[in-house]
């Protein structure tokens, strides 16, 4: 059934599709495996980090250290085993786990300090950018075997496309933040907190878990995020990833989350990676264009997906069902 | 009847202090099974601070809670609410953004392996509300229904949570008259299931209509507890306010009003207000009656220039004056009590003395601060002249009661010595008490020869100040009663003859 909540999320989709028919019928080539494939292993670390942007958001919240725990776990990664032995598995468990409490630790900020997410992520921001120039200012290759092996795990699609592990990873964060989001007690009460913070604590919403676990999901993600982006790059560089926290609310207002909180949806983030990751695909084919025309027309949505937002939102108000639906008393 | 069983809820000598103020003292109360007890008092009596002890929002200093016979000290709302004591209040608190069955079952969703199970908390919802004679789709976000449907799911969670004591603080302020037997006939399927329900109101009326027994309060003391059913209405205003109301009759002031002051000619805005000829005199008080939404609001702010006029020109003792922003208006000695207090009104951080002086202070500029003793003598002077009560000056006014906080209001505009007052809505929301003082209040201004504009929705009062009515209709002027002409009566033809004459 379709309720008007769904209405952004169905907007979004349909805006996809449409975007994808115009594309093809231009370059017929861009409905081959290759594209789609692609498609879903250059934006990889970009939609993961978005899924960690989606809970955020949803909560009335906003994470700006992404990008830089992006670039801090790629250096981190690089220089623990340039500088050890350790296993990467190992190096990707320790790095998560400093993601995690990294996140936590902003989260526990926010809610015990009562701080704005604003200010407690820009601080994040510039420390987690400080600790990786601190690690090394240069870009540090990653060579480790299992890397190589990690990197070759793919399957091969018929028509070409190679749909590669990062990708995968990528679908399967999607997929267990959608069911997380609508599914378990911590996702409504994302909800709950995104829908007005001191109606969910009259109504029992445990706010400090519920805030630390956002931004640790933030955090951990953004830390995966960099383990994908580690492994599409095969090197770990401080300057890397810069904004890339803006991208990711992008593809979260996009997706039709409202950034006030409360409303959207996990699956509409997805769209709007994919969407933006559309833009630049067909950029590329086009070939005469330039790259920043990117960043123009997703300037564009944003400004109509914010519209539509505002409309959507008047509308819900000027719908409101009377009381006429209450049984008749006798 | 009652008498008979034993109280479900008991408290005996509950005190709360606070710094400067005895909030309670030494309050009984019981509450029976099965019964509607409604709690009376004016603003500041001591309502909210009692609930807020049984709820545990406040500590107590004294007394104690017996439930059920056993001693109780609840530390927050989810704490009473375990032990059986759930809360509604005016706003709804719940989620319009969840579906209404996650608001039923937030905290405790049924769960099959590990995840919420979803249909079954739909067909939970269902079942639940329809014990309550509601049938919506549970699956849909609070917000698309209506504030009295969303207040009555705010009823069924408090129930489900809690089950033993409701309390209802003035759960109906926000709903029409239809709303408000939605409400009740929830009311009454709750007091056959055994609850005891604390309903807390500022309509009489309503009071009457499903309460047995009602409790009144006054400056933090148990004043007496009456059976409804043997007690007029008189009675309990007497008992609230502590006097016998005086007589409403009165001799009308003669409209021998003064010299104009103010002169409105063919003003209005496109789509706001048809334009309108108004003329305010030294010394009277013009009303503005009409239903909601007929224009009452939007001619004072148009005067005030928070909306802004884009046809007629005003003069000012003949002079023509711009009214363009509610700079020029205060420039021109014009001051505006906002309908809406809470948002337009009052800056709730800042302190009582700040909220007095705020707008002498920005009339004189921001670059020539007042004198600290000015200020502090100007404060003290209108807390007395208008009986604020308060702890300090210092406290903030969001801390006040709705009938203090209107007052401050009033206080912040006399201050600057406005020539012309407009009050819109001077006395919703407050209780009695205040009321009565607005009125008297807004007599005393005329009687020194200030010009006053006074919207309001209460006929009875308007009738009881207003030298002149002017009744608007669906944002147009569309008569003007004078004198012996002014009756409750006269105005309710007057608005519903042109519903008449347009129907043809």
Same mark, same amino acid.
């Given at each position: 059934?379709?309720?008007?909540?769904?209405?952004?999320?169905?907007?979004?989709?349909?805006?996809?599709?449409?975007?994808?028919?115009?594309?093809?019928?231009?370059?017929?080539?861009?409905?081959?495996?290759?594209?789609?494939?692609?498609?879903?292993?250059?934006?990889?670390?970009?939609?993961?980090?978005?899924?960690?942007?989606?809970?955020?958001?949803?909560?009335?919240?906003?994470?700006?250290?992404?990008?830089?725990?992006?670039?801090?776990?790629?250096?981190?990664?690089?220089?623990?085993?340039?500088?050890?032995?350790?296993?990467?598995?190992?190096?990707?468990?320790?790095?998560?786990?400093?993601?995690?409490?990294?996140?936590?630790?902003?989260?526990?900020?926010?809610?015990?300090?009562?701080?704005?997410?604003?200010?407690?992520?820009?601080?994040?921001?510039?420390?987690?950018?400080?600790?990786?120039?601190?690690?090394?200012?240069?870009?540090?290759?990653?060579?480790?075997?299992?890397?190589?092996?990690?990197?070759?795990?793919?399957?091969?699609?018929?028509?070409?496309?190679?749909?590669?592990?990062?990708?995968?990873?990528?679908?399967?964060?999607?997929?267990?933040?959608?069911?997380?989001?609508?599914?378990?007690?911590?996702?409504?009460?994302?909800?709950?907190?995104?829908? !007005?913070?001191?109606?969910?604590?009259?109504?029992?919403?445990?706010?400090?878990?519920?805030?630390?676990?956002?931004?640790?999901?933030?955090?951990?993600?953004?830390?995966?995020?960099?383990?994908?982006?580690?492994?599409?790059?095969?090197?770990?560089?401080?300057?890397?990833?810069?904004?890339? *926290?803006?991208?990711?609310?992008?593809?979260?207002?996009?997706?039709?989350?409202?950034?006030?909180?409360?409303?959207?949806?996990? +699956?509409?983030?997805?769209?709007?990676?994919?969407?933006?990751?559309?833009?630049?695909?067909?950029?590329?084919?086009?070939?005469?264009?330039?790259?920043?025309?990117?960043?123009?027309?997703?300037?564009?949505?944003?400004?109509?997906?914010?519209?539509?937002?505002?409309?959507?939102?008047?509308?819900?108000?000027?719908?409101?069902?009377?009381?006429?639906?209450?049984?008749?008393?006798? | 009847?009652?008498?008979?069983?034993?109280?479900?809820?008991?408290?005996?000598?509950?005190?709360?202090?606070?710094?400067?103020?005895? +909030?309670?003292?030494?309050?009984?109360?019981?509450?029976?099974?099965?019964?509607?007890?409604?709690?009376?008092?004016?603003?500041?009596?001591?309502?909210?601070?009692?609930?807020?002890?049984?709820?545990?929002?406040?500590?107590?200093?004294?007394?104690?809670?017996?439930? $059920?016979? *056993?001693?109780?000290?609840?530390?927050?709302?989810?704490?009473?609410?375990?032990?059986?004591?759930?809360?509604?209040?005016?706003?709804?608190?719940?989620?319009?953004?969840?579906?209404?069955?996650?608001?039923?079952?937030?905290?405790?969703?049924?769960?099959? !392996?590990?995840?919420?199970?979803?249909?079954?908390?739909?067909?939970?919802?269902?079942?639940?509300?329809?014990?309550?004679?509601?049938?919506?789709?549970?699956?849909?976000?609070?917000?698309?229904?209506?504030?009295?449907?969303?207040?009555?799911?705010?009823?069924?969670?408090?129930?489900?949570?809690?089950?033993?004591?409701?309390?209802?603080?003035?759960?109906?302020?926000?709903?029409?008259?239809?709303?408000?037997?939605?409400?009740?006939?929830?009311?009454?399927?709750?007091?056959?299931?055994?609850?005891?329900?604390?309903?807390?109101?500022?309509?009489?009326?309503?009071?009457?209509?499903?309460? $047995?027994?009602?409790?009144?309060?006054?400056?933090?003391?148990?004043?007496?507890?009456?059976?409804?059913?043997?007690?007029?209405?008189?009675?309990?205003?007497?008992?609230?306010?502590?006097?016998?109301?005086?007589?409403?009759?009165?001799?009308?002031?003669?409209?021998?009003?003064?010299?104009?002051?103010?002169?409105?000619?063919?003003?209005?805005?496109?789509?706001?207000?048809?334009?309108?000829?108004?003329?305010?005199?030294?010394?009277?008080?013009?009303?503005?009656?009409?239903?909601?939404?007929?224009?009452?609001?939007?001619?004072?702010?148009?005067?005030? !220039?928070?909306?802004?006029?884009?046809?007629?020109?005003?003069?000012?003792?003949?002079?023509?004056?711009?009214?363009?922003?509610?700079?020029?208006?205060?420039?021109?000695?014009?001051?505006?009590?906002?309908?809406?207090?809470?948002?337009?009104?009052?800056?709730?951080?800042?302190?009582?003395?700040?909220?007095?002086?705020?707008?002498?202070?920005?009339?004189? !500029?921001?670059?020539?601060?007042?004198?600290?003793?000015?200020?502090?003598?100007?404060?003290?002077?209108?807390?007395?002249?208008?009986?604020?009560?308060?702890?300090?000056?210092?406290?903030?006014?969001?801390?006040?009661?709705?009938?203090?906080?209107?007052?401050?209001?009033?206080?912040?505009?006399?201050?600057?010595?406005?020539?012309?007052?407009?009050?819109?809505?001077?006395?919703?929301?407050?209780?009695?008490?205040?009321?009565?003082?607005?009125?008297?209040?807004?007599?005393?201004?005329?009687?020194?020869?200030?010009?006053?504009?006074?919207?309001?929705?209460?006929?009875? *009062?308007?009738?009881?100040?207003?030298?002149?009515?002017?009744?608007?209709?669906?944002?147009?002027?569309?008569?003007?009663?004078?004198? $012996?002409?002014?009756?409750?009566?006269?105005?309710?033809?007057?608005?519903?003859?042109?519903?008449?004459?347009?129907?043809?």
């Amino acid at each position: 059934m379709i309720r008007s909540t769904h209405l952004p999320l169905l907007i979004t989709i349909a805006t996809f599709i449409l975007a994808y028919t115009l594309c093809a019928s231009q370059y017929p080539a861009m409905l081959s495996t290759r594209v789609v494939a692609n498609l879903l292993t250059d934006n990889a670390f970009l939609g993961i980090a978005a899924v960690g942007m989606t809970f955020v958001i949803l909560s009335g919240g906003i994470d700006l250290s992404v990008g830089s725990v992006i670039a801090f776990t790629g250096v981190f990664l690089a220089v623990i085993m340039r500088d050890t032995s350790i296993h990467p598995l190992a190096a990707f468990a320790l790095v998560l786990a400093v993601t995690i409490a990294f996140g936590a630790a902003m989260g526990a900020m926010i809610h015990y300090l009562e701080m704005p997410p604003f200010i407690v992520t820009l601080a994040g921001m510039f420390l987690a950018r400080g600790a990786a120039y601190v690690l090394s200012t240069d870009s540090v290759p990653i060579a480790h075997e299992f890397y190589d092996t990690l990197q070759s795990l793919y399957w091969k699609a018929p028509g070409g496309g190679r749909f590669r592990l990062t990708g995968i990873i990528m679908l399967l964060t999607f997929l267990t933040g959608i069911i997380v989001a609508h599914r378990t007690k911590f996702g409504q009460n994302v909800y709950a907190v995104g829908g !007005g913070l001191p109606t969910a604590r009259l109504m029992g919403v445990p706010l400090a878990q519920t805030t630390i676990g956002i931004y640790a999901t933030s955090g951990g993600l953004a830390g995966l995020a960099g383990i994908v982006f580690s492994l599409y790059t095969s090197a770990g560089y401080s300057l890397a990833t810069v904004g890339v *926290e803006l991208d990711a609310i992008a593809a979260v207002v996009i997706g039709g989350t409202l950034l006030t909180g409360g409303t959207g949806f996990v +699956a509409g983030t997805f769209f709007g990676i994919l969407i933006m990751g559309l833009i630049q695909t067909f950029i590329v084919f086009d070939g005469t264009l330039s790259s920043w025309w990117t960043k123009i027309v997703i300037g564009g949505l944003l400004f109509g997906f914010i519209l539509l937002q505002k409309g959507l939102t008047w509308a819900t108000t000027l719908r409101r069902k009377p009381a006429t639906e209450f049984a008749a008393q006798s | 009847m009652a008498s008979t069983q034993s109280p479900v809820l008991e408290c005996k000598g509950i005190s709360k202090f606070f710094p400067g103020a005895i +909030a309670l003292d030494a309050v009984d109360l019981k509450l029976y099974p099965g019964e509607v007890h409604a709690l009376l008092g004016e603003n500041g009596a001591g309502k909210s601070t009692l609930i807020k002890c049984l709820t545990g929002a406040y500590r107590r200093d004294g007394g104690m809670i017996l439930l $059920d016979g *056993e001693e109780v000290s609840p530390r927050s709302t989810q704490d009473s609410q375990k032990l059986g004591i759930g809360t509604v209040y005016q706003e709804v608190n719940l989620l319009p953004n969840l579906t209404i069955a996650e608001n039923l079952f937030l905290g405790r969703q049924p769960m099959r !392996g590990g995840f919420i199970a979803q249909r079954k908390m739909h067909a939970m919802a269902k079942d639940l509300l329809a014990e309550f004679g509601l049938k919506v789709n549970p699956a849909e976000p609070l917000e698309t229904y209506s504030v009295a449907v969303q207040q009555v799911v705010a009823i069924a969670r408090a129930v489900e949570l809690s089950g033993k004591v409701l309390i209802l603080d003035e759960p109906t302020a926000s709903l029409d008259r239809d709303e408000v037997q939605l409400v009740f006939s929830v009311i009454e399927k709750l007091k056959a299931r055994g609850l005891a329900i604390v309903f807390i109101t500022h309509f009489l009326d309503q009071v009457f209509e499903i309460s $047995d027994r009602a409790t009144v309060l006054r400056n933090g003391r148990v004043i007496g507890t009456r059976e409804l059913a043997g007690t007029t209405q008189t009675d309990i205003v007497t008992l609230m306010l502590g006097r016998q109301l005086e007589d409403r009759i009165h001799d009308r002031a003669p409209s021998e009003a003064g010299d104009t002051l103010i002169e409105l000619k063919n003003f209005g805005r496109r789509g706001v207000m048809e334009p309108f000829d108004l003329t305010v005199r030294k010394g009277e008080v013009v009303g503005l009656a009409g239903l909601l939404g007929s224009g009452r609001t939007e001619t004072s702010n148009l005067i005030f !220039g928070a909306i802004h006029a884009d046809q007629g020109e005003a003069l000012l003792e003949g002079q023509r004056i711009s009214l363009k922003s509610p700079r020029d208006a205060i420039g021109h000695r014009f001051a505006l009590c906002p309908e809406d207090r809470k948002n337009d009104g009052i800056v709730g951080d800042l302190s009582v003395r700040e909220n007095i002086i705020l707008a002498l202070q920005a009339r004189q !500029g921001w670059f020539r601060p007042l004198p600290k003793a000015k200020i502090n003598e100007l404060a003290e002077a209108y807390v007395k002249a208008l009986d604020i009560r308060l702890a300090s000056l210092d406290m903030p006014i969001r801390l006040l009661s709705g009938g203090n906080q209107q007052k401050v209001l009033l206080a912040r505009w006399l201050a600057t010595n406005p020539s012309f007052l407009i009050l819109d809505e001077p006395t919703r929301g407050i209780d009695v008490g205040a009321h009565a003082e607005i009125i008297a209040l807004i007599e005393r201004l005329r009687e020194d020869g200030m010009a006053l504009l006074v919207a309001s929705s209460e006929l009875e *009062e308007l009738v009881a100040y207003s030298t002149r009515v002017i009744v608007l209709r669906d944002r147009r002027q569309v008569r003007e009663l004078k004198g $012996d002409e002014i009756t409750t009566a006269n105005i309710v033809t007057a608005i519903a003859d042109e519903q008449m004459a347009e129907a043809v």
